[in-house]
């Protein structure tokens, strides 16, 4: 696409994006006392006013509401593009419903009935996820019959690929890791077929968002078989090479990285984001899903938990990246792309403010949380 192709497409990113809220707004959101309160000071955002619109204003039924507006902006976008761009634009889209998927499959694999993942889980549509499909899937007897609501999809071929292997390890991850490969090499492909412009763009912001993710992935799996943990890596290489996630598999703790790896790409940030991990343990809210039980958990446990300061820490950097599409001459396929991850990102926020303060947790511990 020309420079001009991107017109109308960044004037409906510029109305949208005018609407988010600030760091400023958030940190008023923060310090208020209650959920209620917090709902009362959303009234004059676009946020309350889709909150208005709902019956049931639970924090599920808002988080739910949020997905299927992103939902509603990657339609508008996609429809907007043409030719190779829509075709990355339309990939990335179908990762945000791979998400929907890969959450009714580990729900679905832990035996919880269909009512509680209907009243635990943000239900969302997409093109591909409609409400019917998405009743079929968590109304499945197991996992096999889950991957058999999905024929007619893309993600039906990766997932009943990878069932055989399911079958004889008995982890989700299996399944989500596939279906995760699967999609990121689609959305790979998309970017390589780009315009040179376009493509250097996007080779920046997805290249990253994949080795990061790989990183991570390695540092979770510290300890594991090389081979063991390959199927767990996207098979997408951009800065990070195979020797590094190699070594990351061989750390004994994360302090290492500066004195066993070899240098790579993301060396100096992973290194100067170190030094604020165990603050931001300490810091880290008890008893959320998605945080250790404790400070003392967070540096001891050796699975997922024990990287979450650093995932944090790495979404703030990925941040400043998406922010940096929109400075100079936008027409190019970045600033779609940026401002989707940042409106899923604010989503992000909204949600994880809410839930915490629900839980009681402190205003200053909450904005440790928040991704900026």
């Keep these: 696409m020309s420079a001009g192709d991107y017109a109308y497409t960044n004037a409906k990113i510029g ?35 889709e909150i208005s619109k709902l019956q049931d204003a639970s924090i599920l ?17 996609v429809k907007g593009l043409r030719r190779e ?4 634009m339309d990939r990335l889209y179908k990762k945000l419903g791979g998400e929907v998927v890969k959450a009714i499959l580990r729900l679905k694999h832990a035996g919880v009935p ?17 409400e019917d499909r998405i009743q079929k899937m968590i109304e499945a007897q197991d996992v096999r019959e889950l991957v058999e609501t999905l024929k007619g999809t893309d993600y039906y071929k990766p997932l009943s690929k ?14 989500t890791s596939a ?12 970017v390589s077929a780009l315009s040179t412009r376009d493509r250097a763009v996007a080779r920046e912001l997805i290249g990253m968002e994949i080795d990061l993710r790989n990183v991570l992935a390695a540092f979770r799996l510290r300890g594991s078989d090389v081979s063991a943990a390959e199927a767990y890596f996207i098979p997408v290489r951009y800065r990070v090479r195979r020797e590094v ?23 100096s940030l992973i290194a100067s984001l170190l030094k604020d991990y165990d603050s931001l343990s300490r810091e880290l809210p008890f008893g959320m899903r998605y945080a250790p039980a404790s400070a003392e958990a967070a540096r001891e446990y050796e699975g997922i938990a024990s990287v979450l300061p650093l995932e944090i820490a790495l979404r703030r950097h990925m941040i400043k990246l998406y922010q940096r599409a929109f400075r100079g001459d936008r027409f190019h396929i970045g600033v779609p792309m940026a401002h989707l991850f940042l ?10 403010a809410l839930k915490l303060k629900e839980a009681g947790v402190e205003a200053e511990k909450i904005e440790r949380m928040m991704v900026f």
């Design 162 to 175: 990878a069932l055989p292997s399911y079958t004889e390890d008995g982890s989700p991850a299996v399944l």
């Design 15 to 49: 109305a949208l994006r005018s609407r988010m809220l600030t760091q400023g707004e958030f940190r008023s959101l923060i310090e208020v006392a209650s959920v209620e309160d917090m709902l009362t000071l959303l009234k004059g955002t676009y946020v309350g006013k």
């Design 61 to 77: 039924n808002i988080e739910g509401m949020l997905y299927s507006s992103l939902a509603q902006e990657y339609e508008r976008i």
């Design 343 to 352: 409106r899923e990102n604010e989503i992000r926020n909204i949600i994880t």
């Design 179 to 190: 279906l995760d490969s699967f999609l990121y090499q689609n959305l790979w492909g998309a």
């Design 245 to 267: 996630l190699t070594a990351i598999l061989g750390l004994r703790h994360l302090g290492q990285i500066t004195t066993e790896l070899p240098h790579f790409g993301y060396t």
């Design 114 to 130: 269909p009512e509680v993942i209907r009243s635990s889980y943000p239900i969302f549509t997409t093109r591909d996820l409609t």
């Design 85 to 88: 761009p829509k075709a990355a």
